[in-house]
């Protein structure tokens, strides 16, 4: 029987507009694995499966928010695995956000802004090869109060243009489309 969030993630998937080359190629790719009768939701379904994010801006959209990841030591969005309790990818992407950073987001309103990342994952992570990412993009107030959790070393805001050099390399262009999205809802 298909879960609740595996329909979501096919919804996502198969409903998302792409603005990019990589887009495109993110949403054929997602396509192989969240098809409408399967998708790897969980950690236990296989080295290849969904994890949720939160990309963080603030209302000027000129900083985002990131965490410095403990395992992979590198700065990142918030996000992590699904729990088999997260009623959709939003809240599992919200969930983590609180997780890792204190901070509670109401979901945000439509159009969702969202994006499609899938990456290779070091042996770090253990028996995780690589995550197939959708990342929601939130609005958050500068000022809003901040606790770095366990998992990570350090969280701090940081200019879009001028981010750390310790990052994903798929990080900046997530950044671009979804401050793309925002500006340009369509």
């Known amino acids: 029987m298909i879960s609740i969030l595996q329909a979501e993630a096919h919804r996502l998937v198969s409903t998302f507009e792409p603005r990019s080359d990589r887009e495109i190629r993110a949403q054929a790719d997602f396509a192989s694995f969240f098809r409408p009768d399967h ?67 109401d979901p945000p309103v439509a159009p969702l802004a969202y994006d499609l990342d899938h990456h290779g994952l070091s042996s770090r992570f253990g028996t995780c090869a690589s995550h197939l990412d959708i990342g929601i993009a ?3 107030d500068r000022d809003a109060a901040l606790t770095v959790s366990e998992e990570s070393e350090d969280l701090r805001w940081w200019p879009v243009d001028a981010l750390p050099a310790e990052i994903p390399p798929q990080l900046e262009p997530r950044l671009d489309g979804l401050l793309g999205q925002l500006r340009d809802p369509r």
């Open 39 to 105: 998708g790897p939701v969980h950690r236990g379904s296989g080295p290849d499966h969904l994890t949720a994010s939160c990309v963080v801006f603030d209302a000027s959209f000129e900083h985002t928010l990131l965490v410095f990841h403990r395992k992979g030591q590198f700065w990142v969005q918030p996000g992590g695995h699904v729990d088999d309790t997260d009623e959709s990818v939003v809240a599992a992407a919200l969930r983590e956000l609180r997780e890792e950073t204190g901070l509670l987001v």
């Open 138 to 140: 939130v609005v958050v």
